[in-house]
């Protein structure tokens, strides 16, 4: 009678504890699905590029050399940097990317990207090819919402003073917090040129 009486009890406690166990594994799991969880990724076939800001587009063949002059964007500044990113939306909870900012590490300078190209192509290898990128199409667009489990993409778009290779700390601001990554930006002539695979690819997406 007795070991039944502690039996008994035993079962009872195990299933309460039991009980208490999958409740509060139910709240984590349902808290972590929640939590927003933004995963940024990089193209190392779309590699950061900086190049002078250029309104001429020369183009030429065996036959003729002309010039055509794109429409102006606006932003002054003597150059353009594009840096194309991934943005992955890993919870329930919608994500917002409210801006991104760039600090180069040779002129300790911060640079913003919170301009919306409205019909503007850019002569990213001036006087060295006629290769152009259009951010109408191609440019991430911030503030920007990532849906649950969806994914945002496109090129951030700073103009800055720079036109040399260099490398600097690029930050994501956003509702899932602050992002940071260390970045190479290097010119259009040095990669692209040498990997012309790889231009082909960025300005046909």
Same mark, same amino acid.
């Given at each position: ?7 008994? #009890? +035993?079962?009872? +406690?195990? +299933? *309460?504890?039991? *009980?208490?166990?999958?409740?509060? =594994? ?13 995963? %940024?990724? /990089?193209?190392? +076939? ?29 932003? =002054? ?7 194309? %990113? ?12 409210? *801006? *991104? ?9 911060? /640079? ?5 190209? &409205? =019909?503007?192509?850019?002569?990213? &290898? ?6 152009? %990128?259009?951010?109408? #199409? ?10 649950? $489990? ?17 490398? =600097? ?9 602050? #992002?940071? /990554? ?8 040095? $990669? $692209?040129?040498?990997?012309? #695979? $790889? ?7």
């Amino acid at each position: 009678m007795i070991e039944q009486f502690f039996s008994d #009890k +035993a079962i009872t +406690a195990l +299933a *309460a504890w039991s *009980a208490v166990f999958i409740s509060l =594994g139910n709240f984590v799991w349902q808290w972590w699905r929640k939590y927003p969880k933004l995963k %940024v990724t /990089f193209d190392d +076939a779309l590699p950061p590029i900086v190049f002078p800001y250029d309104q001429r587009l020369v183009l030429s063949n065996k036959f003729e050399t002309r010039e055509e002059y794109l429409e102006d964007d606006g932003y =002054g500044l003597s150059a353009r940097c594009i840096i194309y %990113v991934q943005l992955e939306n890993h919870s329930e909870t919608p994500i917002t990317v409210t *801006a *991104a900012t760039f600090i180069d590490d040779t002129t300790k300078k911060l /640079f913003c990207s919170n301009f919306r190209i &409205t =019909g503007v192509n850019y002569s990213v &290898t001036p006087r060295l090819a006629p290769y152009t %990128v259009d951010l109408t #199409k191609l440019q991430l667009k911030l503030p920007v919402l990532v849906p649950p $489990y969806e994914m945002k993409y496109g090129y951030l778009l700073f103009p800055v003073i720079f036109t040399d290779e260099t490398t =600097g700390t690029l930050t994501l601001h956003s509702s899932a917090g602050d #992002k940071q /990554f260390k970045i190479k930006v290097m010119t259009a002539k040095n $990669y $692209y040129i040498d990997n012309p #695979k $790889y231009l082909i690819k960025a300005v046909n997406r």
